[in-house]
């Protein structure tokens, strides 16, 4: 059974930095997508970042210079650093993971089948 979970969440001031973690388990795709999605309050939630299992990635407009995503098959960990962190980053933060497919890419919900539970992200001016 896959289960990913995060950590890193926190509360920073605008302009600060971040690192979330996202520890995965029980993965069996051999050719797969990893993301980062967000929702903020009375928001749906959002794409931010994907990585292929062979590297590649995609980013938001919204956070593309600021946010890198990265992984570490060794640990089976994904990452999602963030830096010059804006109040309107202030969000649940999810990792997901699901097989290659053109949504995934595209940063569509629908393209991932599994999530992780989130953690929070607070962005102060």
């Known amino acids: 059974q896959v289960q990913l979970v995060e950590s890193g969440g926190g509360s920073v001031q605008s302009g600060g930095s971040l690192r979330l973690s996202c520890a995965a388990s029980g993965y069996t795709y051999s050719n797969y997508y990893m993301g980062w999605f967000r929702q903020a309050p009375g928001k749906e939630r959002e794409g931010v970042a994907v990585i292929d299992s062979y590297g590649p990635t995609n980013y938001a407009d919204s956070v593309k210079g600021r946010f890198t995503i990265s992984q570490d098959n060794a640990k089976n960990t994904l990452y999602l650093q963030m830096n010059s962190l804006k109040p309107e980053d202030t969000a649940i933060y999810y990792c997901?993971?699901?097989?290659?497919?053109?949504?995934?890419?595209?940063?569509?919900?629908?393209?991932?089948?599994?999530w992780g539970p989130g953690t929070q992200v607070a962005v102060s001016s």
């Open positions: 997901a993971a699901g097989p290659h497919s053109r949504r995934g890419w595209l940063l569509l919900h629908d393209g991932f089948d599994y």
